[in-house]
């Protein structure tokens, strides 16, 4: 952006937080663009999954990028004797697919609306949850979806789907006056004391002050000390704020995968 103030909005943007707004090119009518940037709806109390959820269900095959052969591909064959993993698909990524993939898993899509018997009903052995846009407190359909499936398969939560395991778990979020986007964010692994590197692009976090006391915070933002990650073991359940899948970006938080296929084979937490 050039031809504006930069730093006078950067000023802005840090003292009253995130705000709505337009970029336009041309010739623009200048108070045309801040009436319409006012009457634009805020993030809260918005559901925006089902504008980017897939429609119908459908079977993953694809793995990671292997250099000089492309993205790896799996035959239905190759896939069968593998453990099932049933993503709920609020707005997923294609590198998160192709990582449960590699991981040792079967995947299955399905919509964003999906109830807990009709996940169930796969008789899956582990549940994803995805990331995606929008208020989390808002996704009610979700929320309790996944409190239906909770401590009956093992389950991992990214992003979104980290702060909808939250509210199924009984800890609710907050906006951020600020989101966390773009990468070089400091996260520190409670468990370890490992900082990780970490890509993010949310603007919602889960309020540190109502997590249950049977709830591991596992891991912390160190720019803000917001939460970056939960635990529940007894329920089998752990998810991220941040996306350890992000490609390009730094692979730091993969092992997050191996966690869940080792969770789902009753190896680890």
Known sequence: IT??????????????????????????????LVDRARKLHSMDGLDLTGDVTTKRAYDWSQGTWKPGLGYAEYTPEQLASRPLCVALDWGIKYNILRLLTENGFRVKVLPGSASAEEILALSPDGVFLSNGPGDPAAVRHGIKAVQGVLGKKPVFGICLGHQILGHALGAPTFKLKFGHRGGNHPVRNELTGKVEITVQNHGFATQADTVPSDVRITHMNLNDNTIEGLESPELRAFSVQYHPESSPGPHDAQYLFKRFRDLVEGKGR
């Open 3 to 32: 031809g504006i103030d930069t730093r006078a909005l950067v000023l802005l943007l840090r003292t009253k937080g995130a705000q709505m707004g337009i970029i336009a090119t041309g010739e623009q009518d200048g108070d045309a």
